[in-house]
T-cell receptor
Framework: RKEVEQDPGPFNVPEGATVAFNCTYSNSASQSFFWYRQDCRKEPKLLMSVYSSGNEDGRFTAQLNRASQYISLLIRDSKLSDSATYLCVVNNNNDMRFGAGTRLTVKP | EPEVTQTPSHQVTQMGQEVILRCVPISNHLYFYWYRQILGQKVEFLVSFYNNEISEKSEIFDDQFSVERPDGSNFTLKIRSTKLEDSAMYFC????????????FGEGSRLTVL
């Protein structure tokens, strides 16, 4: 099983749609979790951390299920500018591992 | 805002040559990383560095690779005897896990091996 596994995508959605990405991780001892965003040929940038109780930042909602070793990201009312690759990142003892990423394209 | 800086932004080299990629992490950060991303593929972990030594390394990080923090600011990745398959974007990142745990990435160094 891969350390961090994500929906392969790509996701092509119209503006205003709601889209959800899933991620599973193999190491049950992992301590913290993040979603990063990567634009084409750019460096990854932190989108949001994922907390045990779930957390929301504007149109973005992240959820964590430790029992199932599962993380999700929900984007509501998607914008053209949301088009990017979304990377699930899992931290185990300061060892940060990335999923392969899910490509999102939001179309007019 | 403090940032991670990397040089060079792009390097073209001949197969078999040695390459050194340089990074200046954010000054109060304690953990440093190198990742690579082959065009169109995932971000792959290479190595993490803490307290002046390697703390973790992946199976990619073989004897061809080495890292060094030669002074208080620079963090370098050396690739000896480059191969065609070493062509990729190499990202340096740093973090202070006592705070947010966020990884701050440099803009990357694109390596092209001919």
């Amino acid at each position: 099983r891969k350390e961090v596994e994500q929906d392969p995508g790509p996701f092509n959605v119209p503006e205003g749609a709601t889209v959800a990405f899933n991620c599973t991780y193999s190491n049950s001892a992992s301590q913290s979790f993040f979603w990063y965003r990567q634009d084409c040929r750019k460096e990854p940038k932190l989108l949001m951390s994922v907390y045990s109780s779930g957390n929301e930042d504007g149109r973005f909602t992240a959820q964590l299920n430790r029992a199932s070793q599962y993380i999700s990201l929900l984007i509501r009312d998607s914008k053209l500018s949301d088009s990017a690759t979304y990377l699930c990142v899992v931290n185990n003892n300061n060892d940060m591992r990335f999923g392969a990423g899910t490509r999102l394209t939001v179309k007019p | 805002e403090p940032e991670v800086t990397q040089t060079p932004s792009h390097q073209v080299t001949q197969m078999g040559q040695e390459v050194i990629l340089r990074c200046v992490p954010i000054s109060n950060h304690l953990y440093f990383y190198w990742y690579r991303q082959i065009l169109g593929q995932k971000v792959e972990f290479l190595v993490s560095f803490y307290n002046n030594e390697i703390s973790e390394k992946s199976e990619i990080f073989d004897d061809q690779f080495s890292v060094e923090r030669p002074d208080g600011s620079n963090f370098t990745l050396k690739i000896r005897s480059t191969k065609l398959e070493d062509s990729a974007m190499y990202f340096c990142a740093s973090s202070d896990f006592r705070l947010s745990g966020e990884l701050f990435f440099g803009e990357g160094s694109r390596l092209t091996v001919l």
